[in-house]
């Protein structure tokens, strides 16, 4: 499956900003999990939020929780993360992924899309 995300720029803080992320190549099957990560200089990947495709349960980083949503568009193959209250802690290249099961860890996904790069400024 190939992933491609869209939707990060540069946002004051205290704005907000969606992310998208469309998933093509083959259906995204109900026991996949769809995830967004993110990576900012000199740091490693984190996990920011995840949601099982087929229940729509979701999941959130702690530092993320109230302030983020993750939905997905099953007709359109679309996983979306709503970001809101951004902070200049945010500001890194977020990636979505795809996995068979839900994890945090980045090295359980499978699939992952280029990352789009998301800037808040103070």
């Known amino acids: 499956v190939q992933l491609q995300a869209s939707g990060g720029g540069l946002v004051q803080a205290g704005g907000s900003l969606r992310l998208s992320c469309a998933a093509s190549g083959r259906r995204i099957f109900s026991s996949n999990v769809m995830g967004w990560f993110r990576q900012a200089p000199g740091k490693e990947r984190e996990f920011v939020a995840a949601i099982r495709w087929g229940t729509g349960l979701t999941y959130y980083a702690d530092d993320v929780k109230g302030r983020f949503t993750i939905s997905k568009d099953g007709a359109k193959n679309t996983v979306h993360l709503q970001m809101s209250g951004l902070k200049p802690g945010d500001t890194a290249v977020y990636y979505c992924?795809?996995?068979?099961?839900?994890?945090?860890?980045?090295?359980?996904?499978?699939?992952w899309g280029q990352g789009t790069l998301v800037t808040v400024s103070s």
């Open positions: 992924a795809a996995a068979t099961g839900y994890s945090r860890q980045p090295q359980e996904y499978n699939y």
